[in-house]
């Protein structure tokens, strides 16, 4: 096991592992960047990006999904899991941006969770990265890798967020949700993270958990 460093520390030792970390989901605009990342739920970014190469093209703004057949949408949507509930979402989320934001995405916190199927991660997504304004997104790998690194013991996400908050500086705060999640998808895996093969490991209090073996943590390491 090796001795926690100051996470700014870690951070910066990740940033250089990977310097161009940034959002994996196509858009070209707040909405739509909205809409994959309801679809992203309990699903690759690869394949909601297959998916809203077709969504977009039929329903390339909030008044087209307002009106969406819901059987024509949920077959669009069908590969992604969950459909039927993430098509009530996308319904919903369009009609409240037309009655609410006159079709416009807002970009305040409090707006955007009270959008259907829109929580806290969500939001923080599409104000970070649609945005440019400071927001931690607590996905499954943030919160793993941050309660393996020792920053914090809570597994609830609105406090693992607000916990990482008082880490680090709000202007890092999106960079931060962007490197931990890729280092979570390539090396920090759930089962068998890549220990041998990372950036951080003699600072981070849960090596060992995997491979130390250079060669064959190697292998484990995911470049994509």
Not at 54 to 64: G, M
Not at 207 to 213: D, V
């Amino acid at each position: 096991m090796g001795k926690a460093a100051p996470p700014q520390l870690v951070l910066e030792l990740l940033r250089k592992t990977y310097p161009n970390a940034d959002c994996e989901l196509n858009f070209q605009n707040p909405f739509e960047l909205l809409v994959a990342t309801v679809l992203s739920a309990q699903c690759t970014d690869l394949r909601v990006n297959m998916v809203t190469k077709v969504l977009f093209e039929k329903y390339p703004d909030p008044y087209k999904l307002a009106s969406a057949n819901r059987t024509e949408l949920e077959e669009t949507i069908k590969s992604t899991g969950f459909y039927r509930a993430k098509a009530n979402s996308l319904l919903g989320l369009a009609a409240a941006l037309i009655k609410d934001h006159d079709a416009v995405v807002p970009s305040e916190l409090e707006d955007l969770i009270k959008l259907p199927g829109v929580g806290r991660k969500t939001a923080n997504v599409v104000r970070g990265e649609a945005f440019d304004l400071p927001g931690i997104t607590v996905d499954t790998h943030f919160g793993r890798l941050v309660r393996r690194f020792g920053w914090t013991k809570e597994t609830d996400p609105v406090k693992v967020e607000f916990a990482i908050a008082k880490l680090f500086p709000e202007s890092s705060w999106t960079d931060l949700s962007q490197i931990l999640i890729w280092h979570g998808r390539r090396r920090c895996h759930a089962r068998k993270p890549a220990c041998g093969a990372c950036p951080i490991a003699k600072h981070c209090p849960a090596f060992g958990t995997g491979p130390t073996e250079p060669e064959l943590a190697a292998k484990l390491v995911k470049e994509f």
